[in-house]
Each structure stands twice: as structure tokens, then as C-alpha cells.
């Protein structure tokens, strides 16, 4: 059974940082792919930011340039480093894996909540 377990999150003040952590068990394998997924009150999840195993990024406009994610793949645990939080981060985080058997299996986390306020 495949777990993925959030920490980081919290209260912090416009212009702050977090760095939130995802660590995954129960993988025999490394995932091809894992990232991190945020969804604010009354919106839609959304894609923050994703890494390959190869190390391969992707990230939303609205980071880039803010935030930094990076993984340890002998682990299979990912981080997200946010700078320059803005009222508008304030959501739940949650992390994302996604990996290649026989099929695509796609796995979630429970969420860590960011809270960007003064």
C-alpha cells in the first residue's frame, strides 16, 4: 500500500518561505514522476509543480521564479521550497505520484495547509 505523507505547512507572512516535504512507502519503485498539487477555497486543484525522476520540472506561471521543487529519488520523497509567499499561495498542498507498472498509478497524499497571512 502506497502512502504519501505531507509536512511543512503552516501559518506564514506574505514574503515568507516553507518548505513542504512528501515522503512515500510501500514502493518497491521509484516513481516516474511526483509533484505537488494545491487547492484554495472554492477553486479548483491545481498543478504547483512536478519533478521526473530524471529531474525533469515543470511549474505553474504563477510560481516560477518563487518556488523550487527537487526530489530524492532513493527515497522517493519530494520537496517544494516557497519563497515570496503571497496571499494568494494560501491553500492545501498536495503531493502527487504518479508511476508506470502495467498501468499508470497515480497517488495522493492528505494535504498540508498553507496559510499566507499578516
Known amino acids: 500500500q502506497v502512502q504519501l505523507v505531507e509536512s511543512g505547512g503552516g501559518l506564514v507572512q506574505p514574503g515568507g518561505s516553507l518548505r513542504l516535504s512528501c515522503a512515500a512507502s510501500?514502493?518497491?519503485?521509484?516513481?516516474?514522476?511526483m509533484g505537488w498539487y494545491r487547492q484554495a477555497p472554492g477553486k479548483q486543484r491545481e498543478l504547483v509543480a512536478s519533478i521526473t525522476r530524471g529531474g525533469s520540472t515543470n511549474y505553474a506561471d504563477s510560481v516560477k521564479g518563487r518556488f523550487s521543487i527537487s526530489r530524492d529519488g532513493d527515497v522517493n520523497t519530494v520537496y517544494l521550497q516557497m519563497n515570496g509567499l503571497t496571499a494568494e499561495d494560501t491553500a492545501v498542498y498536495y503531493c502527487?505520484?504518479?508511476?508506470?507498472?502495467?498501468?499508470?498509478?497515480?497517488?495522493w497524499g492528505q494535504g498540508t495547509r498553507v496559510t499566507v497571512s499578516s
Open positions: 510501500g514502493s518497491a519503485f521509484s516513481f516516474n514522476s
Open positions: 502527487n505520484a504518479q508511476i508506470l507498472l502495467a498501468t499508470w498509478n497515480q497517488y
